[in-house]
C-alpha cells in the first residue's frame, strides 16, 4: 500500500471536523482558575455562529492592529477576515461560564515544504489570541497542548507558526513550549543582510 502523501494526511484531518474534539478530555476542556470557570469550545468555519467570529475578531484586531501597522505587510481588516474565514479554519473558543469570550487558537491541517522541496503535514497556528486579563496563567500553553495532542494523533510532523520579530513576548512563549525558528524562516534561510529586510519569524516545533 502506498505512502500517504502530506496533502492526504492534511486532507483527511480535516474532513473529520468537529469530530476530534472528542479526543481531548474533559478535564482540558473545562477548568477553573483563581475561582474562574473556563471552557473551550471548538468550531469549525462552517459551524461558527457569526456573533463568535465576531467577538474572535475584535480579540484579534485589539491586540494585534497596531503590530500589523507598523510590521511590512499592514493592517488590512478585508484581507484578515478573509484570511480567518478560509474553508480549513479550525477554533478553539475559550469562555467563561458567564460566556464572555477570553480567547481563541485558529489553526488549520494544512502543509509546508522544507528546503529540499519536500512537502510535510503540519498543524499550522495561524493565530493564538487571548484578552489581556487572561494572560499568564496558562490558558495558551493549554490550547497550545491539545494542538499536539491532534498533532501526534493525526500524523502531522511539526507544528508551525509566523510571528512579528518585535513580538518579544509571544516568541519567548513559543520558545518556552520548544518552538524553534524553522528552517525555511528568513531569519535560517538567508545571509544576515537579506534577513534584515523580513520583519517576522517563521517558527516550529516536531510532533514527538
Known sequence: M????AKEISAEANKLGVKIISDISKENLEFSIN?????IDFYTIDGLPSPIFDKLFHILKSNMKKQYQAANVGWNQKKKIKE????????LVVSTDTKEIVGFLYFQFST??????VEYPVFYI??????????????????MNIGEQWSKKYKMERLMLTV??????????YEKLGFKPDEISPSQCLSSEEAKEYDYEIMSKFVE
Request: glycine share 4%; proline share 0%; net charge positive.
Open 35 to 39: 475561582d474562574v470557570n473556563y471552557h
Open 2 to 5: 502506498a505512502e500517504k502523501s
Open 126 to 143: 495561524m493565530e493564538i489570541q487571548l484578552v489581556q486579563k487572561v494572560r499568564n496563567l496558562g490558558i495558551g500553553r493549554r490550547l
Open 164 to 173: 512579528f520579530l518585535k513580538n518579544k513576548d509571544a516568541i519567548k512563549f
Open 112 to 117: 509546508e515544504m522544507d528546503m529540499k522541496d
Open 84 to 91: 480567518m474565514k478560509e474553508k480549513d479554519a479550525r477554533y
